[in-house]
Structures are given as C-alpha cells and as structure tokens.
C-alpha cells in the first residue's frame, strides 16, 4: 500500500515508521523544513526507544521518505493518515483546537487522485472526520474519497511495541470500501492475531476518549484510596495487588503517584468534559478524576513541606525526575510543571535531575532550578530528596551514598519505587504515597 501521512509529531512519526515496517511504502510530510531536513539524515526531534533505529532502518530500505512537498505525496497515496496536532485551544476552555486537522484536510483534498481513504489518526471530538469529509467535498467536488477514524492507543516510551503489538485495533469506517484497504494496512498485525474491532466512525472518535478517560479515572482512583491509607494507616501497594487479581478490575493503572500527566490524559479528559456537555450530557465520574488529580499535585506539595518541618523556606529539595513518565523527555502537563513552581514559590531552592527530560524542562519550569549531571550531585547537600519520575536508573541508587551526602537524610518517594520498611532501616526520614 501507499500510504501519506500529514504531520511527523509524535504520532505521525511513530505510525509512519511502523507502517513502513509492515512493508508498506510510506511519504511523512510536514511543514517545518528543518524537520524534515533532520529526518531525512535519520535525526529525531523526539526521545522514543528503538524509533532512531527504525526510521533509519526503513529509510535505506527504501520504504519511507519525508518531505514538504504534498502535492507529490498525496496522489500517489491508497490511503492519507491525518497525524497533525490538536493543542487544547487557546481560549483555555478545554476544546482541542481543530485547526490543523481542517487545514490538513483542505489541502489534501486539493491533491487526491484516485479512490483514497483519509483517515483521522489525531485524537479528535466525535463528529470531526464528517467535518472533514464536508471539507474535502466542498474544496474539491471531484475527490473520490471515504473518510475513516483509526485512533491510537500508544505510551510515550513504549510506543514501537504497543504499535506492534496492540491489545486492538480500532477502525471507524463507512464503506467496505474503506474498511478493505485498512484492513490491508493492519494485516501484518491481523496475521499475529490482533483484533480489529470495525465501528462506526463516531463510535471510532468517542472509543479514543472513553479509554484514556477510563484510564485517568482509575489512576485518580487509586491515588483516593491511597490517600486514605495514609489516613487509617494502610498499604496502598498490598491493597493495588488485592484488587488488580481481580479480572474485572486488573493490575494496570493501579500506581498511585504525583497524578497523571503527558500530552494525552489531561487534554483528553477536558477534551471530552466539552464534547458531553455541547450534547447536555455529563460524565460526572472524569470530571471528578480531574479534580482529585489537581488536588494530589497539591497535596504532593503539602507533603514535601511536612517532611522537611512544616516550611520549604531555605530548604534544599533535590527532584529525581521531571518528565511526566520515564523512557520520555515530555514535559507536557508534567507533574513536575505544577509541584516545583510551587516550592520554589515558597522560598525553597531546587537541585534536580532528569536523564532525558533536562533540556524540554528548562522551557517548562521557571528560572532558578539547578539543572545538575546525576542523581548523586543533586542529593549532595539536600534537606530532603523527591523522587519525582521513577526511571530505571532511581530504582537501584546508592541510598548509603546518597544518605551520607545530604544535609538531612529526608526521602520523599512520589512512586513508591522503595521499600518504606528497608528506607526507615537505613535511616531515612521516608515518605511514599498512600505507603508510610
Ligand atoms: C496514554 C495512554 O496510555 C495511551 O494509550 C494513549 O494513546 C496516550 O495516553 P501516555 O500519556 O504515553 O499514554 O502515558 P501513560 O503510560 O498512559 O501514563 C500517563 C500518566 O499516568 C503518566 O503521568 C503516568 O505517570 C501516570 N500513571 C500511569 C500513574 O500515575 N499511575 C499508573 O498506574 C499509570
């Protein structure tokens, strides 16, 4: 198949690149020169293990190229994936800014030759691929075309093996037509046998928003309950175990933390508040999961300043950790974004380290936090250590190390990454979540 796909940001990147490796022959275009530029030499403007290798791997095999140009990619194309951004709009209101997916469609629709599906790959509101579709008739009456939702489901971090072995496919389509050459697209996965759930296109776009809200409701969940634990002194690790045996309730997403952060759960969660409520309906449950998560980055905050004696005023704090999650250097809606502002807010000085995210963070966080080389420089003469981002590389420190180099021996671990009894045997002042 040829396949075109509009935008190389995160999602356009790593789809396109995994197309390719299904043997597919596929053009990535993008407006920014420079971007393409770089990709064309195998440079990645993003942090995402195994793609650098990939993109470089299908490119001298000939099956993926980048350019600017779409009046050469689009005719050509079976089928044109729309990867392009939906940023929360400006008016700060929660809407996903439609902007560039109408632009998109626009100028795709003045280049189609030939029956070609075009497909929404961005997370977009129910009711976005018929605007699309009016778009493309409108601009040029002649296309010959079926519209298609086919969202994705990939983490940051872990997006090649979720692209390559996903739980589901989900395909929204109108024509057989339409569901053929998709089909064809995925048949690599359907031949591991991957489900293709088939949908309505509206039922395509909600699918996208129900899961990832979902999944923030059952991390506000069990941030809740972990905060109750620390009320009546229980384990909220034992109880995630308890619960995650149960089949109908299972093991993942049960890690309370700081709250949830990335370019997905809260723009989506928002994204679909404002969907339901142009219809008059509610989702009483996720506006409930965005709450709690506001109030534990606060809390996260009131925690750290208990266990440095009630003020972080000319405290050193030493953060492990800013991205939203390991394995990324996003910083989007990280929980570092809101709980560092804050201490330094309140007089505290911040040493901090991250392994991939330090460069993104100087454009997040505010002036005044020392950016330091490792987890050890950043410990080193510390009121207190937070562990804010649980990579690899802050599971297994040298606490003895660390211990002996701080001014107080104070760890406050925002992922339960230690052993509460072990920390307190070593002689730190410790502190988890939900995990005294
Ligand atoms: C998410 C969805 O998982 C993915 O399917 C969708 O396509 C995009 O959004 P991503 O944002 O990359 O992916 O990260 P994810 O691993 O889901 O984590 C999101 C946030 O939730 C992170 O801040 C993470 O630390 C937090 N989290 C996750 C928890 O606090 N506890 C958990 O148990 C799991």
Redesign the pocket.
Known sequence: MNITMIGTGYVGLVTGTCFAEFGHMVTCVDKVEEKITKLKEGVIPIYEPGLDTLVKKNISEGRLCFTTDITQAVPKADAVFIAVGTPSSRRGDGYADLTYIYDAAREVAAHLEGYTVVVDKSTVPVGTARQVSRIIAETNPKAEFDVASNP??????AAISDFMRPDRVVIGIETERAEEILREIYMPLYLRDTPIVSTTIETAELAKYA??AF?AVK?SFINEIANVCEAVGANVTDIAKAIGMDGRIGSK???P?PG??????PKDTLALMRIVQEHGENVRVVEAAVEVNAAQKARMVKKIREMVGGSVAGKTIAVLGLT??PETDDMRDAPAATILPALLEKGARIKAHDPQGMEEARAYLPAGIEYQENAYQAAAEADCVVLMTEWNQYRALDLERIKTSMKAAVFVDLRNVYDPVRMKSLGFNYTGVGNR
């Open positions: 994705e489901f990939l983490r940051e971090g899961a990832n999944l991390i997403f049960l890690h933390g949830y952060g990335g370019s997905c759960f939203f999650k």
